[in-house]
């Protein structure tokens, strides 16, 4: 079994930064894709960024130049780098895994429980 477990969060104000970690564990043998999610009230959760099992990153529009993916695989650990963040940030961010427990079976989804985000102007 597989669990998602995120850290980091907290309330900060505009320009300042914070780290958001994603550990996972339990069964484990190939993470293909870690993303970040993120959903403030009465909007739809979003993609804010995605990291692969190359290393290939991708991000929203909205956190280009400020935001950074990155990765521990020693640790089964992802990280989300926020900088100058701004008032719009304001979420709960989750982590999501696309994750394959042996190298015979399939790849199944794994999503986090969430961690706040408050940033005031």
């Known amino acids: 079994q597989v669990q998602l477990v995120e850290s980091g969060g907290g309330l900060v104000q505009a320009g300042d930064s914070l780290r958001l970690s994603c550990a996972a564990s339990?069964?484990?043998?190939?993470?293909?894709?870690m993303s970040w999610y993120r959903q403030a009230p009465g909007k739809q959760r979003e993609l804010v960024a995605t990291?692969?099992?190359?290393?290939?990153?991708n991000y929203a529009d909205s956190v280009k130049g400020r935001f950074t993916i990155s990765r521990d695989n020693a640790k089964d650990t992802r990280y989300l780098q926020m900088n100058s963040l701004k008032p719009e940030d304001t979420a709960v961010y989750y982590c999501?895994?696309?994750?394959?427990?042996?190298?015979?079976?399939?790849?199944?989804?794994?999503w986090g429980q969430g961690t706040q985000v408050t940033v005031s102007s």
């Open positions: 339990g069964s484990i043998f190939s993470i293909n894709v």
């Open positions: 990291i692969t099992s190359d290393g290939s990153t």
């Open positions: 999501y895994a696309l994750i394959k427990a042996d190298w015979t079976s399939r790849a199944y989804d794994y």
